[in-house]
């Protein structure tokens, strides 16, 4: 293999990464001149990875970008964060779940419009302390991430909801098709959080942020809703994992679509089609999870007042109409009541679990970058916490005080807490 020249960030790759990058592009026939490093987005985009865009000049002065998903080397961070299990699920997405998903579709025939569509993946390395995940750079296609500061829009959520629709109905067929391929993914996607509640200083730090969040606000009435929710998410979760693991309406779920983890193609501003990145918390759950995840996490309460509804219909809509491309119905796999029931059944659990992820939407840039180094040279929670809400700007409590009451506010209108 020729030597490939790198330049960039040279440090943020390890040499066995750098010639994994090298045998990746080998593999697809492209040589390459020199590979340029560099970082993409920023501090608060992502927690878990360092996230890098890869470009490879090629001998034919053509330009090959990629995006690199990779692990941190540092140790504390590494068990902070589960490093090792949720690179370890996104690569048995790509490599296992989203391929025979991929392949389905294709021989049922479904056109590239009725498919689950999802980055190309051009290689996993699952080496512990070398991990990197190399994927599409979506943006060649005019793919864009919206600012996590701004709630998605009406049209928005319902590009997402389409493809939300599109792989609960792959995973809905593929389940009834080959059942025994389908149960296989149980033991090869983890619970990140079921393991880190394992460890009774995370529990600590859990019941300490609810303290927190409840001093933050001014008013009786969100102090209540509040209370004994952050807290006791580890229970509400093992409960509703309990439930998923035993019920048939459990599918492949994206698990974590919060705004930095939507990719929108826009056309005069305007989202034509959503694409779910970052597949490091997939699990088998109910489908209800990732409508609850994403509509309480990166909408506002304004929204949800008007749409609300409207959303789960158009949902289960597209999930039928998703199933027809099988030869399926929703009636039949995924009842509508059956949809209402679970969006009762875990609303608890997604409303504590928007409000510690609120924590770190709120987070300014300078911030963001302040909790990770944090993160990496701190090993215990109780430090983590106090580095979470501890001296915010006025305008950063103000957002986070506001993400709450409109949280609240959305849950008692929908009748899921009183």
């Given at each position: ?349 997604y409303f504590s679990s928007s409000i510690l992820l609120f ?60």
């Open positions: 293999m020729a030597e490939v020249t790198f330049e960039g960030e040279l440090e943020s790759l390890t040499p066995l990464q750098k010639e994994f990058v090298s045998e990746v592009l080998q593999n697809r026939g492209l040589k390459a001149n020199r590979v340029i490093i560099e970082t993409l987005g920023q501090a608060g985009d992502n927690y878990v990875a360092n996230v890098k865009k890869i470009t490879a000049e090629l001998e034919n002065a053509e330009l090959f970008t990629m995006v690199a998903k990779v692990a941190p080397t540092n140790t504390i961070l590494r068990a902070t964060m589960g490093t090792a299990m949720v690179f370890g699920n996104e690569c048995a997405m790509y490599n296992e779940i989203l391929a025979r998903f991929r392949d389905l579709q294709y021989e049922t025939g479904l056109t590239e419009e009725e498919s689950f569509r999802f980055p190309e993946c051009y290689g996993t390395l699952s080496e512990p302390m070398n991990e990197i995940i190399l994927l599409e750079d979506l943006k060649q296609s005019n793919y864009v991430m919206m600012d996590r500061f701004t709630p998605l829009t009406n049209d928005s959520v319902k590009e997402v909801l389409k493809s939300f629709a599109k792989l609960h109905a792959v995973s809905f067929a593929l389940k009834k098709k080959d059942p025994d391929t389908f149960e296989s993914y149980h033991g090869k996607l983890q619970d990140l959080f079921s393991v880190l509640s394992a460890n009774p200083e995370f529990r600590a730090f859990l019941t300490g942020i609810e303290m927190d969040m409840i001093s933050t606000l001014d008013s009786d009435s969100y102090k209540k809703a509040v209370k004994n929710s952050v807290s006791k998410l580890p229970e509400q979760t093992a409960k509703t994992l309990k439930f998923d693991r035993n019920s048939r309406y459990s599918v492949v779920t994206h698990g974590d679509s919060w705004t930095n983890n939507l990719m929108f193609r826009l056309e005069d501003n305007n989202p034509v089609h959503a694409i779910l990145i970052d597949y490091q918390i997939s699990k088998i759950a109910s489908p209800a999870c990732d409508l609850l995840y994403m509509i309480f996490s990166s909408t506002d309460h304004s929204t949800r007042h008007q749409h609300f509804y409207e959303w789960i219909d158009f949902y289960h809509s597209e999930l039928d109409s998703s199933l027809s491309n099988f030869g399926l119905k929703a009636n039949h796999l995924y009842p509508r009541d059956q949809l209402d029931a679970d969006l009762r059944r875990y609303s608890r659990a924590t770190v939407l709120i987070r300014k840039t300078e911030d963001a970058a302040k909790i990770k180094e944090s993160m990496e040279l701190n090993a215990n929670f109780k430090k983590s916490r106090a580095d979470m809400l501890g001296a915010l700007d006025p305008e950063t409590l103000a957002l986070f005080k506001n993400k709450i009451e409109g949280l609240v506010e959305s849950y008692r209108e929908f009748g899921y807490i009183e």
